[in-house]
């Protein structure tokens, strides 16, 4: 992580986090930082390489996200993708104006091969076009490296430099050949060696939380979730029993969920940490009360999870550190890790109330991917069962259930998500799909059933495929499936009448529902 580092200049683009994924896969360590982070910073960091994201906006308007001419200066290899492109030529004493033909989707791009970036890259390839603006004359020094029968500056070089721009976004699943041109810029031109790999971040990260932490009592915020269980299993390899492992169960879990976790991870599971399970459904149902907001609903619940960790805190004794599962996503999606929006408040990040009663805060997988994550936790030893358990957010249900939160509404997506899962299982279906989950909706609607009028809820059905969580598609799960799961939630969870499957992706969406 320390030794080489390619850096994102995040210009407000969707794909942000996509693109430094991409690159991890390459086997390089990749950030994302603001384009207001300043230049002196960036140079302290001594980057191998860096790749200007795209962004919704014009550069030669007023006000725009642009970037000093010096950064082109630094000697480091640069790569502008779709926006980042136009500024570089802008920046540099290029032209970038308004396209006589917007270009969005896939398009057929005829490349240079003989360009470094395009080594081993089909001559006509497709990639993925979003763009307005177009550059109609790209800056002194840059030629002109691929086109499109629409945009005759598709990406451009100034090899002497180093500096590189394409119109299109190699980063998105629909560029074909993407993934080759990430690796042709973050390999062979920026010269990275390809170190980043999950068994010496494991075998570093447990290095570091033993130097860190020294003797002192750590407390770890234990869900049962992927994330949690994977960093609880790290700090146990690390501290041993210095570490004490608290499970809140706030009522919003899924079914029969609190009694697995304390089987796996309580005195008489496989790893003999020092547990703790404390049940607090009503001090957490009490809180909700009243609340439909969904952001508002995410900051109860993880102000509510810090002081119930308080509490067991100061039952233990002195405690020093506090352990949470944080990821990046939940980083970049909470506005701390580029130039994105805030999509959401995660309870371990944005959600978290000003004041914490503990000296720090460790996060030891907070520069991972999901699918990181698990191959740090099969890198642990944590079995296979447990590192692709199905995803679930730290506020649990409370974001699956549009609304108020209560008991009853609790207990309806609880017992239709139970039935989603088994019929997912008996189907052959569970490793096939990203994340599945039943969520309630607030609508009510009427219904019949033996012979009378109902009046009940509506559930939705989700299920989406991912490589990284950033961007998903809706799964096909079969028909047939879909109807025994509908059949059986309506004839066995009361209240319920009407059952949904949604469509939609992300972007637009996101995979959970709040």
């Given amino acids: 992580m320390n030794q080489e580092k390619v850096l994102v200049i995040d210009f407000g683009g969707q794909y942000n986090q996509l693109v430094a994924r991409r690159v991890r896969e390459c086997n390089v360590y990749c950030e994302i930082y603001s384009y207001r982070t300043e230049l002196e910073a960036i140079r302290a960091m001594n980057p191998?390489?860096?790749?200007?994201?795209?962004?919704?906006?014009?550069?030669?308007?007023?006000?725009?996200?642009?970037?000093?001419?010096?950064?082109?200066?630094?000697?480091?290899?640069?790569?502008?993708?779709?926006?980042?492109?136009?500024?570089?030529?802008?920046?540099?004493?290029?032209?970038?104006?308004?396209?006589?033909?917007?270009?969005?989707?896939?398009?057929?791009?005829?490349?240079?091969?003989?360009?470094?970036?395009?080594?081993?890259?089909?001559?006509?390839?497709?990639?993925?076009?979003?763009?307005f603006d177009y550059i109609s004359r790209p800056a002194p020094g840059f030629a002109v490296t691929a086109h499109t029968a629409d945009c005759p500056v598709a990406a451009a070089e100034d090899r002497e430099n180093n500096l590189y721009a394409v119109q299109f976004h190699p980063e998105v699943l629909h560029t074909l050949e993407g993934t080759k041109i990430l690796y042709n810029f973050v390999r062979n031109i920026c010269g990275c060696a390809g170190s980043w790999r999950m068994d010496s971040f494991v075998e570093q990260s447990i290095e570091?939380?033993?130097?860190?932490?020294?003797?002192?009592?750590?407390?770890?915020?234990?869900s049962g979730g992927v994330d949690s269980s994977v960093a609880a299993v790290m700090l146990a390899k690390a501290i041993g029993n210095q570490?004490?492992?608290?499970?809140?169960?706030?009522?919003?879990?899924?079914?029969?969920?609190?009694?697995?976790?304390?089987?796996?991870?309580?005195?008489?599971?496989?790893?003999?940490?020092?547990?703790?399970?404390?049940?607090?459904?009503?001090?957490?149902?009490?809180?909700?009360?009243?609340?439909?907001?969904?952001?508002q609903k995410r900051k109860i619940?993880?102000?509510?999870?810090?002081?119930?960790?308080?509490e067991e805190a100061g039952k233990i004794g002195a405690v020093d550190f506090l352990v949470q599962g944080t990821i990046y996503p939940d980083v970049v999606e909470s506005g701390l890790g580029g130039e994105s929006a805030v999509i959401k408040s995660h309870h371990?990040?944005?959600?978290?109330?000003?004041?914490?009663?503990?000296?720090?805060?460790?996060?030891?997988?907070?520069?991972?991917?999901?699918?990181?994550?698990?191959?740090?936790?099969?890198?642990?030893?944590?079995?296979?069962?447990?590192?692709?358990?199905?995803?679930?957010?730290?506020?649990?249900?409370?974001?699956r259930i549009i609304g108020e939160v209560t008991g009853e509404k609790v207990r309806i997506v609880q017992d239709a998500d139970a039935i989603y899962r088994e019929e997912i299982a008996r189907a052959g279906l569970g490793r096939?799909?990203?994340?599945?989950?039943?969520?309630l909706t607030n609508m009510r609607s009427v219904g019949v059933m033996g012979d009378e009028r109902t009046y009940d809820y509506a559930?939705?059905?989700?299920?989406?495929?991912?490589?990284?969580?950033?961007?998903?598609?809706?799964?096909?799960?079969?028909?047939?499936?879909?109807?025994?799961?509908?059949?059986?939630?309506?004839?066995?969870?009361?209240?319920?009448n009407r059952v949904f499957y949604d469509l939609t992706s992300k972007p637009p969406g996101t995979i959970e529902f709040e």
Avoid at 301 to 310: C, K, M
Avoid at 432 to 439: R, V
């Fill in 243 to 295: 570490l004490t492992c608290v499970f809140v169960d706030h009522g919003l879990l899924r079914k029969q969920e609190g009694d697995e976790v304390e089987a796996v991870f309580g005195p008489e599971g496989p790893y003999q940490l020092n547990f703790i399970r404390v049940n607090a459904q009503e001090r957490f149902y009490k809180k909700l009360a009243g609340v439909t907001e969904p952001e």
């Fill in 459 to 496: 559930v939705a059905l989700r299920a989406v495929n991912t490589v990284d969580f950033m961007t998903a598609e809706s799964a096909e799960i079969p028909w047939e499936v879909l109807q025994t799961v509908m059949s059986r939630i309506i004839n066995e969870v009361r209240g319920v």
């Fill in 208 to 222: 570091e939380i033993r130097n860190r932490v020294g003797s002192g009592k750590v407390l770890c915020a234990l």
């Fill in 48 to 131: 191998k390489g860096i790749i200007l994201t795209g962004g919704p906006n014009s550069c030669y308007e007023e006000n725009s996200p642009t970037y000093q001419k010096e950064l082109f200066a630094l000697g480091v290899p640069v790569l502008g993708l779709c926006y980042g492109a136009q500024v570089m030529m802008h920046v540099l004493g290029g032209k970038v104006e308004k396209a006589p033909v917007r270009e969005y989707g896939k398009t057929e791009v005829r490349v240079n091969q003989d360009s470094p970036l395009f080594a081993d890259v089909s001559q006509d390839t497709i990639c993925w076009m979003s763009h």
């Fill in 432 to 439: 096939t799909i990203g994340q599945y989950f039943a969520a």
């Fill in 301 to 310: 619940i993880g102000e509510e999870f810090i002081r119930v960790f308080e």
């Fill in 348 to 399: 371990n990040v944005g959600g978290l109330p000003d004041c914490v009663d503990f000296k720090e805060i460790i996060e030891p997988l907070r520069n991972l991917f999901k699918d990181e994550v698990r191959r740090a936790g099969l890198e642990l030893g944590i079995p296979e069962t447990l590192v692709y358990r199905q995803p679930f957010p730290g506020p649990g249900l409370g974001i």
